[in-house]
């Protein structure tokens, strides 16, 4: 069945970073409101704000110590009323994170646990005694150091996977699981078009927190390697979403690592437990053994058949929300372009795959002007918790300082956080006071302003991509079309079809007909058909033309020529209408 969200393009928006305007170097709910005509003219359906609820921000606001306020640092409950008048008024859908696996210590209920462990708020949390002066478990949290936070003056510790400031809500207790629900209900009826869900998967537990083989010197094994042993979490899920979302017809995106494949008709299918997951497949490729100074780089290839594989799998399925980056992760012109493709052709031609994939397209702040790795001089200049632990594990695994931030500074998440640039001005136009982290020095070249002015700038590209995509013409094909990987055999080309087949009709392929795999079919009956190929070579390439072309929908190089073969310039791309 066709769904509301389908042919949407959403953005998201890192609200400490994206536009500061009251001058104290923090982005805020007036800053948003006030790029509001900017996202429109981008051709934004949705967009999805990362948490601004009350919070000490330990980690950056996915520590929430109070799920019904805003945070006085990004303003007030009626500017964020404001905000959805004036998306609404945009026909721009609000969508809001939802960090329901832990909340802050400074919670009022966590708080209630700790001043009486028997009372029933220590049962919204997971306390348990200690093994023999050990902690509970052998678990080692996601930011580094042990699972387990021990009460002082107790032999009592309480479970956090992240932070020891995150600790864990016990989702098999109901009462809790209401407030939950309650507190959700609450927000939707405001007029929230969804929720982004985050670290969702691990909101199911073994009660019994067995220990596990050790995977590090320290003892402990990764809390990564525990939920993928953790069966059970499709319960909790169904649970959340009849008491939930499935009332409101909200849309919802799960930030979903390590779940079973196999169950991926339950996570995204018709009747599944979120409209959507993020496609994470290419960005797992640069997971280090223990930790990010073993991470590998990425290989053209594997990325390329990683999303290849995805897109076969999920349009048997449903939709998966495609990025290049967010919050958590690099700047993909960093990360998935070879060095001599880091410059606005290469841009183009990534942004270009990854809107023109099946599936959801999200942007991250930043992406459609280019916003690139910020260079990072000492690691002092980081602010961002996960970035220290993985500093200060390189370091102990015997890297010098030196190599340990080079190391860091490929993954930082603080990569993505630096202020969005507006313009050349000081701190990028982003605050008139002092940023709270870092602007990229790189904006007196990369701002919105000046590609603004410039008619072939990647702002402007964005801008047609999104509008092709959406257009009437094609909006049904890059939808609902189905994806079949092209030119596998070329070195360097990353290529697709995207089409619509003659007996089908637009419901029948969303609703995931698609039961064979389709490896490299030559789309023989279309009645739309649509090639998107790159060159992620330095040098150009020539391909035979498996199809007569109809149109050129876009190129992103004058030297890009479709004619009797398809001639692309290094890091060329384009996107042909066939016959
Ligand atoms: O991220 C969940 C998650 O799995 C991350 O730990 C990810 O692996 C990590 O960022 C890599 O460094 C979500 C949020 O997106 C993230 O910002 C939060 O820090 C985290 O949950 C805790 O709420
Ligand atoms: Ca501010």
């Not at 009660?207 to 979490?233: A, C, H, K, M, W």
């Not at 603080?414 to 020095?441: H, I, Y």
């Not at 003659?502 to 698609?514: L, Y």
């Not at 795999?517 to 009956?525: I, K, L």
Request: proline fraction near 4%; aromatic fraction near 12%.
């Amino acid at each position: 069945m066709n769904k509301w969200w389908h042919d949407k393009a959403a953005y998201q928006i890192y609200p400490k970073s994206f536009y500061d305007a009251n001058g104290d170097g923090i982005g805020d709910l007036q800053g948003i409101i006030s790029k509001l005509d900017y996202l429109e003219e981008l051709g934004i359906d949705i967009i999805w704000i990362s948490p601004i609820y009350k919070s000490p921000f330990v980690d950056q606001g996915y520590d929430i110590s109070d799920y019904y306020e805003i945070a006085p640092e990004f303003g007030t409950m009626e500017d964020f009323e404001e905000l959805l008048a004036q998306a609404k008024k945009r026909g721009i859908y609000i969508v809001m994170d939802l960090v329901i696996n832990h909340c802050s210590d400074q919670h009022e209920w966590f708080q209630k646990a700790l001043a009486d462990p028997e009372g029933e708020y220590a049962d919204y949390f997971y306390f348990r005694a200690g093994k023999n002066g050990n902690p509970p478990s052998n678990y080692r949290s996601y930011f580094g150091g042990s699972c387990w936070e021990p009460v002082p003056g107790t032999d009592q510790y309480y479970f956090h996977a992240f932070a020891k400031e995150q600790p864990d809500l016990n989702w098999e207790n109901p009462k809790m699981r209401q407030e939950i629900y309650d507190m959700i209900n609450w927000w939707l009826e405001k007029g929230l078009a969804g929720f982004r869900i985050d670290a969702i998967i691990n909101i199911k537990k073994d009660i019994n927190f067995p220990d596990l083989e050790p995977d590090g010197p320290d003892g402990l094994v990764s809390y990564f390697r525990v939920v993928e042993q953790t069966r059970g979490v499709g319960q909790l899920l169904k649970d959340l979403k009849n008491n939930t979302f499935a009332k409101y017809d909200a849309f919802t995106v799960g930030e979903v690592f390590n779940m079973h494949e196999e169950e991926l008709p339950e996570f995204i299918g018709e009747d599944g437990h979120f409209s959507t997951i993020f496609d994470f497949s290419a960005h797992c490729l640069s997971e280090g053994e223990h930790g990010w100074y073993d991470a590998p780089d990425i290989d053209f290839k594997e990325w390329r058949e990683a999303i290849v594989n995805s897109q076969l799998e999920v349009q048997k399925v449903g939709f998966k929300a495609n990025i290049i980056e967010n919050h958590d992760e690099p700047r993909g012109v960093s990360r998935f372009l070879p060095e001599y493709a880091r410059n606005e052709a290469g841009t183009k031609m990534l942004g270009t795959i990854s809107l023109l994939l099946r599936g959801i397209p999200f942007l991250y702040q930043g992406q459609e002007i280019g916003m690139q790795n910020c260079v990072w001089d000492s690691s002092e200049e980081w602010d961002d918790i996960s970035t220290k632990d993985q500093y200060q594990v390189a370091k102990a695994a015997g890297l010098s300082e030196k190599e340990a931030l080079d190391k860091c500074a490929r993954l930082s998440r603080d990569n993505a956080r630096t202020p969005m640039q507006w313009s050349g001005e000081r701190c990028a136009g982003f605050t008139q006071g002092t940023p709270w982290l870092k602007v990229n020095p790189n904006y007196s070249k990369i701002n919105v302003e000046k590609q603004q002015q410039e008619e072939d700038s990647v702002l402007h590209y964005y801008k047609k991509l999104i509008a092709l995509r959406k257009s009437e013409e094609f909006k049904e094909v890059f939808t609902y079309g189905r994806f079949a990987p092209a030119y596998e055999e070329q070195e360097n080309i990353m290529a697709f079809y995207r089409y619509l087949d003659k007996e089908e009709t637009a419901s029948e392929e969303s609703v995931g007909v698609f039961h064979k795999r389709q490896e490299n079919q030559e789309p023989a009956s279309s009645r739309k058909r649509v090639l998107v190929a790159a060159n992620f070579g330095k040098d150009a390439a020539e391909l035979p033309l498996k199809c007569k072309v109809k149109k050129v929908l876009l190129s992103n190089l004058p030297e890009n020529q479709a004619g009797e073969t398809l001639v692309l310039a290094g890091c060329g791309t384009m996107v042909l209408e066939c016959e």
